[in-house]
Nanobody
Framework: VQLQASGGGLVQAGGSLRLPCAAS????????MGWFRQAPGKEREFVGAISWDSGSTSYADSLKGRFTISRDNAKNTVYLQMDSLKPEDTAVYYCAADRSTTPQAMRVMTLSLIDYWGKGTLVTVSS
């Protein structure tokens, strides 16, 4: 699976941004899709994940209520909707795909064991 995240940019605090991640190469609907982020000087962290059929989602506790993950299997795309953005949300955002996990398990997976990663997209939130 090849993954390409996009949609990053500069946004003011309190604003919203929607990041799409387009997948190609294999059957997209077979994969749990996740979003991670890495802020400057920090480790990559789990943002959220969604099951193949959108029936199950999981989010980092600190982001619940502000971030929403969705997917469109017909378009081979997963989305990250980010609302009420804060300066501390500034990071490079990555999408990931794994066939052998669940959204709940992806939040604690060893990152190197996740099947596929896309190149990140930078989100900068100004105060």
């Amino acid at each position: 699976v090849q993954l390409q995240a996009s949609g990053g940019g500069l946004v003011q605090a309190g604003g919203s941004l929607r990041l799409p991640c387009a997948a190609s190469g294999r059957t997209f609907s077979n994969y749990v899709m996740g979003w991670f982020r890495q802020a400057p000087g920090k480790e990559r962290e789990f943002v959220g994940a969604i099951s193949w059929d959108s029936g199950s989602t999981s989010y980092a506790d600190s982001l619940k209520g502000r971030f929403t993950i969705s997917r469109d299997n017909a378009k081979n795309t997963v989305y990250l909707q980010m609302d009420s953005l804060k300066p501390e949300d500034t990071a490079v955002y990555y999408c990931a795909a794994d066939r052998s996990t669940t959204p709940q398990a992806m939040r604690v997976m060893t990152l190197s064991l996740i099947d596929y990663w896309g190149k990140g997209t930078l989100v900068t939130v100004s105060s």
